[in-house]
């Protein structure tokens, strides 16, 4: 069974920063496309950053490039993104998400963490 474990969000003030690792387990990590997705209170899944399954290529929309980087521990089954340069507007909940055959075509997605930006 296919299991998507975020952790680490909390609350975060305006410009801080964020890690928010994600424990894979249940299928073969290393051949999957990975991806986090959000959705702010209220509103539709928006796409974060994807990474293809040897880490080497990452993929980041435009709102988050530069701000947010993704990583993978292929080696550990550990999903990773890190935040930096926090905005309100990020306040979302956090989903780490098994993709297919590619970025952000999700298969599933895990319970989701909330991340909070205020003062």
């Known amino acids: 069974q296919v299991q998507l474990l975020e952790s680490g969000g909390g609350l975060v003030q305006p410009g801080g920063s964020l890690r928010l690792p994600c424990a894979a387990s249940?299928?073969?990590?290393?051949?999957?496309?990975m991806s986090w997705v959000r959705q702010a209170p209220g509103k539709g899944l928006e796409w974060v950053p994807g990474?293809?399954?040897?880490?080497?290529?990452?993929y980041y929309g435009d709102p988050v490039k530069g701000r947010f980087t993704i990583s993978r521990d292929n080696a550990k089954n550990t999903l990773n993104l890190q935040m930096t340069s926090m905005k309100s507007e990020n306040t979302a909940v956090y989903y780490c998400?098994?993709?297919?055959?590619?970025?952000?075509?999700?298969?599933?997605w895990g319970q989701g963490t909330l991340v909070t930006v205020s003062s």
């Open positions: 998400s098994k993709d297919g055959t590619r970025a952000w075509d999700v298969e599933v």
């Open positions: 249940g299928f073969t990590f290393s051949t999957s496309w």
């Open positions: 990474i293809n399954p040897g880490g080497e290529n990452t």
